[in-house]
T-cell receptor, first 115, second 115 residues
Framework: AQSVAQPEDQVNVAEGNPLTVKCTYS??????LFWYVQYPNRGLQFLLK??????LVKGSYGFEAEFNKSQTSFHLKKPSALVSDSALYFC?????????????FGSGTRLSIRP | NAGVTQTPKFRILKIGQSMTLQCAQD?????MYWYRQDPGMGLKLIYY???????DKGEVPNGYNVSRSTTEDFPLRLELAAPSQTSVYFC??????????????FGPGTRLTVT
């Protein structure tokens, strides 16, 4: 079965330190991969995506993610965390052999940045 | 562009009542989706549409109905509301195909309580 896993419910980081939010997937073929962020009482906002090409993709707010096909991972990273990065982060995967209706979202990771 | 808009923002229903959640997008996206997000959980797909006149079930369609008479609008109908339908409902859209970006754009959500 196709799936997306975010193994950490919560990640705590001090402001200024690097952060990583983990995502692994189990999908056949060459998937499209996405990260979204959700602030309290808001809808999800798109951060970045991997479709093809360079394995390191850069997105909004200084975030980046690295696609690792051998480890089937797409971890979200930022070199220096800000308190304003505190939010709920979702990884999503879309199998390319089918339509965008098959997008699968992870369960989310709550990122907490302490001053 | 207004993006994806949803109305109402909040609603309280009594058990057995019905209502329609409205969703509209002005980005000429072909795909539209309805998700529900229960407290502390990820997103579950209720219904989706790949274009006007075409809809299909997602992961949790029971108790809901949709229609898509225009590209812009994708209302979600709740019939005979039950406490299990207490949730936050998000509408999303994306463009798939030539020139499409694949990432989804989300509305601000409708917080529904059934008592």
């Amino acid at each position: 079965a196709q799936s997306v896993a975010q193994p950490e419910d919560q990640v705590n980081v001090a402001e200024g330190n690097p952060l990583t939010v983990k995502c692994t997937y189990s999908v056949s073929g060459n998937p499209y991969l996405f990260w979204y962020v959700q602030y309290p009482n808001r809808g999800l906002q798109f951060l970045l995506k991997y479709i093809t090409g360079d394995n390191l993709v850069k997105g909004s707010y200084g975030f980046e993610a690295e696609f690792n096909k051998s480890q089937t991972s797409f971890h979200l990273k930022k070199p220096s965390a800000l308190v304003s990065d505190s939010a709920l982060y979702f990884c999503a995967v879309s199998p390319t052999y089918s339509s965008a209706s098959k997008i699968i979202f992870g369960s989310g990771t709550r990122l907490s940045i302490r001053p | 562009n207004a993006g994806v808009t949803q109305t109402p923002k909040f609603r309280i229903l009594k058990i057995g009542q019905s209502m329609t959640l409205q969703c509209a997008q002005d980005m000429n996206h072909n795909y539209m989706y309805w998700y529900r997000q229960d407290p502390g959980m990820g997103l579950k797909l209720i219904y989706y549409s790949v274009g006007a006149g075409i809809t299909d079930k997602g992961e949790v369609p029971n108790g809901y109905n949709v229609s898509r008479s225009t590209t812009e609008d994708f209302p979600l109908r709740l019939e005979l509301a039950a406490p299990s339908q207490t949730s936050v409902y998000f509408c999303a859209s994306t463009k798939i195909g030539a020139g499409g970006a694949w990432e989804q754009y989300f509305g601000p959500g409708t917080r529904l309580t059934v008592t």
